[in-house]
């Protein structure tokens, strides 16, 4: 499996730095937020996409995903939804991202809305998404934090362009199990959020290994299942300006995973 990291964790940090940063902690790839208070965003040119492009490609880390803030189930209109996705794409596919991470957000919906919502946009980005290479993945979060969740989405729309993020925190908080989790997701199954925290009251990212999610028996799982995509840290400082910095974490969690990894071969 090859490994990354969010910029989530490094809020605004220098695209060069984050490179190097991923260079130097020996992770692979990084998973890049892509918002407006931060370097990368849909509103950058050609020439700064390109500028991007060639840092990452100096280091030789490679761009995972564009972390948008889409919401593909929230109520309102379609056609700010498939503006939003869109552009997410091309910014996608102008940096060399296979991905684009998109949330449910289907907010107070009833959950048959919110799914219908959802899925009918995803399916309509899809052919655009496959145009440009690029796969949008629908993480487990919010409205739709088990993969059971997901899956109401993700079965209607039966498009190889479209997928899932499995964040390890949120179906646990909704009481599946990574087995279920998984099972459910693994048709659909783009690449894996890890992550820590104290408890689930209390969901301060903390270094990996140091809090209670089940790492452990979800790296034993996707091992034995044979599954060998990424392993991408998602550490929301951005979220917790309190929580340790992220720089001098990077190389103890990335030996924390080989462990993990090699304990499940």
Avoid: N
């Avoid at 990084?30 to 500028?51: C, F």
């Avoid at 761009?63 to 091309?90: C, F, H, K, M, S």
């Amino acid at each position: 499996m090859k490994l990354a990291f969010s910029t989530l964790g490094v809020p605004g940090l220098p695209v060069r730095d984050v490179a190097r940063l991923a260079a130097g902690s020996g992770y692979h790839g990084v998973e890049l937020r892509a918002h407006s208070e931060e370097p990368v965003h849909p509103g950058l040119g050609a020439g700064e996409r390109a500028q991007v492009v060639a840092e990452f490609k100096a280091a030789g880390v490679e761009i995972l995903t564009v972390a948008g803030y889409v919401r593909a189930g929230q109520a309102g209109p379609d056609e700010p939804v498939l503006t939003g996705l869109r552009e997410l794409l091309e910014l996608a596919h102008d940096l060399g991202a296979p991905y684009v991470r998109v949330f449910p957000g289907g907010g107070e919906q009833s959950a048959e809305d919110a799914d219908a919502t959802a899925a009918r946009r995803l399916g309509a980005a899809a052919p655009r998404a496959a145009d440009l290479g690029v796969r949008l993945l629908l993480e487990t979060h919010d409205s739709h934090r088990t993969g059971a969740d997901a899956a109401r989405v993700l079965g209607p729309v039966g498009h190889g362009s479209v997928g899932a993020i499995w964040d390890v925190m949120h179906p646990w908080l909704g009481g599946e199990d990574p087995a279920t989790t998984y099972a459910t997701l693994s048709p659909h199954l783009g690449y894996v959020q890890v992550k820590d925290i104290a408890s689930a009251e209390d969901t301060t990212p903390l270094p990996l290994g140091a809090g209670v999610l089940p790492l452990t028996e979800c790296v034993e799982l996707l091992s034995r299942e044979g599954w060998d995509g990424w392993l991408c840290w998602e550490y929301e400082k951005r979220w917790y300006p309190r929580a340790e910095e992220l720089p001098g974490l990077l190389a103890p969690g990335r030996d924390h995973l080989l462990r993990l990894l090699a304990d499940a071969a």
